[in-house]
DNA sequence: CGAAACGTTGACTTGTTTCAATAACTGTGG
DNA sequence: CCACAGTTATTGAAACAAGTCAACGTTTCG
C-alpha cells in the first residue's frame, strides 16, 4: 500500500494546479491528531451537531443512513486516502453516520482547520471541491446501480468500481483484492436482501465470473465481468489515470 | 416566484459568511451569457469533454445517466436557481447528460470565469463547496429512496422533498405545486415502470394523500403523507430555515 | 381534425423478499 | 487444543412487489 501522504497529495493534485507551497499548507493538517477506532465503533452519528471530518489512512470505513424501521441504506464505502464526512464541515450537521469496518485510523480536521487553509489556498479550495465532485460522481453511479440495474449486474458494477478504486491506492490488482465486508454490508449497500446477496454470488461464481469468498474478491473473468455490469471506470480515473 | 439574482445569493449566503464584495463578484457571473433552450433540448451531453456548467434561471431542467440497454436513470431534477452541470467545470468531462424539460433561460458559466472568481475570494470557494455539499446530500437521500424504499413511500418522499425546494424558491405551497413532469420521468427518478408509477399514483390518490394529475401535484393530507414517507426536511434547509 | 404523446387498466410473468432451518466459520476462555 | 457462542454463509419453499405485454382511453398541440 501506498504512503497515505503521499496517495492524498497524489489524490489532490489531479486537479493539476497546486503550488508546493499549497501542498505544505495541506499536509500540516495531517501531521496531527491521528486517532484510531476499532472495527464496529461509529465515528459518526446521523444528526450529530459537531460538524468534524477525517481523512482515512488505514482500513476501512462506510457511511449510512438508518430507516424508521430499522432497515439500513449504506451510502458508500471510504479506503485508505479517502474523506471521510467532508460535507459535516459545511454543514454544522452530519446527515449520516459512519462506522469503521476495520480497526482504522484517521486523522482529525475540525473545520477551522479546513476552512482557514481553504481561505488562505484558493487553488486548494477548488482541489478540495474537486475531491467532493469526485465522491459525488461516484454516488451518482450507485444511483444508477440501485434505480435501472438487475441484482446481479449490481453486484458485478458494485465490485469492479471497488476494485478500480482499491487499485488506485495500491491495494489489490486486475485478480481480486482483500475484502472485509460481510454479504450483509453488501446488502445494505445495493439494496437487496443479505439472503438474495448470496445467491447473487453464487451464480456469479457459477457462471466463472468472480468469486467472493473468506475475505477475498476474485475476478475470474474480467472482461466478461466488464461486459455485463457494462463497467466504465472513466469517472474514477479520468484524473488519475496520468499516474 | 422569486428574483434569481436574489435567489442565488440568497442560496449562497446561507453558509454566511459572504462579504459584500463576495457577492458582487459573484453577481457579475450571473449578467452575462443569458441563454435559453426549448422544452426537450440537451444543453449537456454524457462524455461532452467541454466543461460548462450553467445557473437554471426559469424552468425545469433533469440530469441523468442514459444506460447500455436504452434505460435511462435519472439523477436529479432542477429548479429555478439551482447549479447544473457544476462537476464538469472542474472534470472539464460531464459524466452526465442534461435536458431541459420546459422552456428555460439559464446563464452560461465558463470554468475560467468560475475558477478566477473563486481564486480571487476564498470565501465564494467555500459558499460554492457548500452548494455541491448541498447537492450531494439530496443525492444521498434519492439513494436511499432508491435502495430501501418500497414504490409508495419512495413516490410520497419524492414529491415531499420536490415539494419542499420548490418552496425554498417560491414555487408551491403546502397545498401542492406545479409540476411539468410526466409519468415517465418519474418512473426514470424513482427506478420504477412508467405502468407501476401509475398503479403507484393511484394508491396515493384513493389513500386521500396525494393527487398528480394535469400538471398538478396536490397534498390532501400532508401530516399522513410525511408520515408514510417518514420525511424530514432536515438536509434540505437546515440552513436555509432561518430566511 | 388528426396524430402523437401521455395516462390507465387487466392478466400474466419475473425477480426479489421473507421465513425458516442448517452449516460453516471466527474468536475467546477454559 | 478444544468447546462453545456468536456471527456469517447457504439453501429451499412460499409469498409478494414490481415488471412486462397489450389494449384502450385521454389529453395536447400543430
Chains 1, 2 share one sequence.
Not at 497529495?9 to 500540516?28: A, E, H, M, N, P
Not at 468534524?52 to 443512513?65: N, P, R, T
Not at 444511483?143 to 469492479?160: E, P, W
Request: proline share 2%; aromatic share 8%.
Amino acid at each position: 500500500m501506498l504512503d497515505m501522504q503521499s496517495l492524498l497529495t497524489r489524490k489532490l493534485s489531479c486537479f493539476g494546479r497546486l503550488s508546493q507551497d499549497d501542498l505544505v499548507v495541506f499536509k500540516q493538517l495531517l501531521r496531527r491528531r491521528r486517532r484510531r477506532f476499532c472495527a464496529g465503533q461509529e465515528l459518526i452519528q446521523e444528526g450529530e451537531k459537531i460538524g468534524v471530518a477525517f481523512v482515512l489512512v488505514e482500513g476501512w470505513s462506510c457511511s449510512y443512513k438508518i430507516l424508521r424501521d430499522g432497515d439500513r441504506q449504506i451510502v458508500d464505502f471510504q479506503i485508505p486516502g479517502d474523506f471521510l464526512g467532508l460535507r459535516s464541515i459545511l454543514f454544522h450537521t452530519s446527515d449520516h453516520s459512519t462506522q469503521a469496518l476495520t480497526p482504522i485510523e484517521v486523522c482529525e480536521i475540525t473545520p477551522s482547520d479546513m476552512l482557514d487553509r481553504l481561505a488562505r489556498r484558493p487553488r486548494l479550495a477548488t482541489a478540495v471541491l474537486w475531491a467532493i465532485s469526485r465522491d459525488e460522481a461516484m454516488m451518482a453511479e450507485h444511483l444508477v446501480n440501485l434505480g435501472r440495474r438487475s441484482a446481479d449486474v449490481r453486484m458485478a458494477h458494485f465490485m469492479l468500481e471497488l476494485g478500480a478504486r482499491l487499485r488506485l491506492v495500491g491495494i489489490g490488482d486486475q485478480g481480486g483484492f482483500a475484502c472485509p465486508l460481510t454479504q450483509y454490508h453488501l446488502a445494505d449497500a445495493l439494496g437487496l436482501s443479505a439472503v438474495h446477496v448470496n445467491r447473487v454470488l453464487r451464480h456469479l461464481r457459477e457462471a466463472g465470473l468472480l468469486t467472493f469468498q473468506r475475505g477475498r474478491v476474485r475476478f475470474n473473468d474480467i472482461v466478461r465481468l466488464r461486459d455485463l455490469a457494462g463497467f466504465d471506470p472513466d469517472y474514477l480515473d479520468h484524473q488519475l489515470s496520468r499516474f
